[in-house]
């Protein structure tokens, strides 16, 4: 728990910094996201999804934990964010098994009850 409320204190404190330093480039990445993740033919929960499997393949812990959160805020269950993390796995072989550890410790800590 320590460790998931460390990257989620050092991700806001990185995008506080970059908003006061008026970074154009952080700017523009975030107008990129809020586009990337607004319903399409490809509904916002159904693309969090896609990136969970996406952030196991790259093993980057901060865009898990991200991603697992805004999947279940956007209505996903316990079980399509495991199948998402599978996916992940599957792409990545071998070493995505052992990064999915760390999704999985995020997925704990939502307490899912369905």
Not at 29 to 54: R, W
Not at 77 to 88: D, F, L, N, P, Y
Not at 96 to 101: D, G, I, L, V
Request: one cysteine or more.
């Amino acid at each position: 728990m320590d460790k998931l409320r460390e990257i989620s204190g050092l991700r806001k404190k990185a995008h506080s910094t970059l908003l006061k330093k008026k970074s154009k480039v952080y700017e523009a990445f975030l107008t990129m996201e809020k586009a990337t993740y607004s319903d399409g033919a490809l509904t916002n929960k159904v693309k969090e999804l896609v990136a969970v499997g996406i952030s196991v393949v790259i093993n980057c812990e901060s865009c898990m934990q991200w991603h697992i959160e805004q999947a279940a805020q956007a209505g996903a269950k316990e079980r399509e964010i495991i199948e998402a993390i599978e996916v992940g796995i599957e792409m990545g072989g071998g070493p995505a098994t052992t990064y999915a550890r760390f999704a999985l410790e995020v997925l704990e800590s939502l307490n899912f009850n369905d």
